[in-house]
């Protein structure tokens, strides 16, 4: 039917073909059907949760790891917040989006592993100006020991030689503007970091179903739709 409400969003329009179909099977008022779209929709983003909970994409495979590991923090976690259904009056259907625009970009780079491109005014426009001032961070001190990082000290009838420190001691008498610049000299030779970089990541499919939860979705909402209908 032309008229008839699409749940298709940009997660991944094959993907939600099927509850569009089941959609129009149906049938009724448009304005049925429109309800018919925003119960879809919601059961969508009840998958969609309970797949950042379990760190699962919509196939049910495990996401993609970080780079760089961290512990106890599992991804797309904010995501799951501030998920809400939309309807779409103009073209009929509903989405699953987010109220913030901020976090529906992050969610949809997530999805479909999408890059961004950053220079050091667009970080700090969106992340403010470190304090430089402050006590490097943990990882930072970390990041210092495993590039081999010696302290020159004193010898006992002159001259120096390196020393080792540890992660707390750096902590202690490292600032996070000194600990930055000497990270990047061990790793580039370079007193200036880089100007423009893009940031990518690995395409983490939480949004969508396959097609026998859309089946699954759809039977349960016609259940719901048969039991509303007076006999």
């Not at 580039?188 to 499919?205: L, M």
Request: hydrophobic residues 35%; positive net charge.
């Amino acid at each position: 039917m032309a008229d008839a409400p699409m749940l298709t969003d940009w997660w991944d329009s094959s993907r939600s073909a099927r509850l569009d179909e089941q959609l129009a099977a149906l049938g009724g008022e448009i304005r049925d059907r429109m309800k018919y779209a925003r119960r879809l929709a919601g059961y969508v983003r009840t998958q969609a949760r309970r797949n950042i909970r379990r760190q699962e994409t919509v196939d049910g495979g495990p996401f993609s790891p970080r780079k760089q590991a961290r512990a106890d923090r599992a991804m797309l976690a904010g995501l799951a917040k501030g998920m809400e259904v939309v309807s779409r009056s103009e073209a009929g259907g509903a989405l699953v989006t987010w109220k913030s625009g901020f976090t529906a970009k992050i969610a949809f780079r997530h999805q479909r592993g999408v890059g961004e491109d950053w220079t050091p005014e667009k970080a700090e426009k969106v992340y403010g100006r470190p304090n430089y001032d402050k006590p490097c961070t943990r990882r930072q001190a970390q990041a210092l020991v495993r590039e081999g990082y010696r302290l020159m000290v004193p010898m006992k009838g002159g001259g120096r030689r390196p020393k080792r420190v540890t992660v707390t001691w750096l902590e202690k008498h490292f600032t996070l503007g000194h600990a930055g610049i000497v990270l990047r000299l061990m790793r580039t030779q370079k007193a200036q970091g880089k100007q423009s970089w893009r940031d990518t990541v690995p395409a983490r499919t939480f949004l969508g179903v396959t097609s026998a939860e859309a089946d699954k979705m759809c039977e349960r909402l016609a259940k719901t739709v048969l039991g509303s209908v007076p006999r």
